[in-house]
Each structure stands twice: as C-alpha cells, then as structure tokens.
C-alpha cells in the first residue's frame, strides 16, 4: 500500500534501553521528518533528513540519533530511554512539489 | 526569539456558523504557511497551504488568509458541521523567495468543537 507506515504503534521501555522507531514511505519523496508531540509543547521537531545520508538537528535533537542509508526508510533511536522521552512520535514525508506533508499515524512510547 | 502561537486553545462554536482560527508569528520568514487537521489519535492531515506572496486561498468550505506585515495567518471553517471537530494546527515553512528551506515548525494548536 502507498502511504508511510511508522512501526510500532505502541511500545513500552524500559529507561536505560536502547529502543528504535522505524518509519518507512512508498513515494520515494526526498524530505523525511521525526516529530515529538506532547501536552502543552505541540508538534516538535526532532530530526530532518533532506535526501538519503543527509540528516540536521531540529528543535530536539538531545538523546535521539537517525539515519537516512535509503531514501523511503528513516528509522528513528533513542540510544538510552528516558522517562522524559515518553511521547507520541510521528513521522512525516514531503512532497516537493505540492510542499505537503503526509504523517504516519504515530507511535506512543512510554518509558518507565 | 521565533514563536508560533495559535490564538487558544479551544473553540467552541454552534453547527452552521463560522469559525476562525488565528496563527500568528514573530521572528519568522516563512515561504508558506500550512494549516493541518488533526483527529484524536491520528497524525496531522494537510488541509491548505498559502505562499507569502498569497492574501487568500479557498477550498470548499475552508478559507485561509495570510498576512507577512501583521504576521498572521487565519483559517475560517464557513458553515460548520459537528464532524469539523478536530484540532487545527498551522506550520511555517521557512524560507525565502518563494522557496523552503524544507522543515516545518508548528503551533500548538486550536482544538475546535463544533456543537449540534
């Protein structure tokens, strides 16, 4: 199916572990995003990636590493859990031509 | 500092009346502004989008303005419906000449109720 698929929707860590959110999209679009959401702070950005092996900081990057080897895959690790890593996290492709982003349906981590 | 803000938090209005959202910004240049649609447990749903150098854009009932000088964009929901309850988010799309640096920085968002 076309489309971006996030796996796993739901996963509970524990602190201290490594854990690894993948993100994967079928239309071969150049831009990737991670995105963190939580109650009061909105949609914040994580991590970008322009082009398979061109990633950049967002707005939060602490904690978080990704890597872009193929253009439709951009998995995202938390190198070592922290309870204040608990979130919903999404992730989004963009088409550059419309300049739409196209989000996964999400992924609640929770850390204890 | 850069800042997005979404006029509240919530917004409740009666079915068939308008509704309207405010985004406003400071210390951005954007090229676009986007505005998403966001349902319970979902991720966002790309709504519209204006350029910086668009006033107004309109798509069936939705209708987005946008102000670079006021800095300030508003999303309008004309003849509303219950089903319209979502909560609404607006996105800058920095940049410059009509061109995106690529990412997208969000407000928080409007959640909107629309009553029978």
């Known amino acids: 199916d076309a489309g971006i698929t996030q796996s796993p929707r739901y996963k509970i860590t524990e602190t201290g572990r490594q854990v690894t959110l993948m993100c994967h999209q079928t239309?071969?679009?150049?831009?990737m995003f991670w995105y963190r959401q939580d109650l009061g702070h909105g949609l914040r950005l994580i991590y970008y990636s322009a082009a398979a092996d061109i990633t950049d900081k967002g707005e939060v990057p602490d904690g978080y590493v990704v890597s872009r080897s193929k253009t439709e895959n951009f998995p995202l690790t938390l190198e070592s859990a922290t309870r204040s890593q608990t979130s919903v996290y999404f992730c989004?492709?963009?088409?550059?031509?419309?300049?739409?982003?196209?989000f996964g349906q999400g992924t609640r981590l929770t850390v204890v | 500092s850069q800042k997005i803000e979404q006029n509240s938090e919530a917004l409740n209005i009666q079915e068939g009346k308008t509704a309207t959202l405010t985004c406003n910004y400071t210390n951005y240049s954007p090229a676009y502004l986007q505005w998403y649609r966001q349902d319970p447990g979902r991720g966002p749903v790309f709504l519209l989008l204006?350029?910086?150098?668009?006033k107004e854009k309109r798509k069936e009932r939705l209708k987005v303005t946008f102000d670079t000088t006021l800095k300030q964009s508003l999303f309008h929901i004309t003849a509303s419906q219950p089903a319209d309850s979502a909560t609404y988010l607006c996105a800058l799309d920095l940049g410059a000449g009509g061109t995106s640096y690529g990412k997208l920085t969000f407000g928080q968002g409007t959640i909107l109720t629309v009553h029978p």
């Open positions: 239309w071969s679009h150049s831009y």
């Open positions: 204006i350029r910086e150098n668009e």
């Open positions: 989004a492709s963009r088409d550059r031509l419309t300049n739409e982003a196209f």
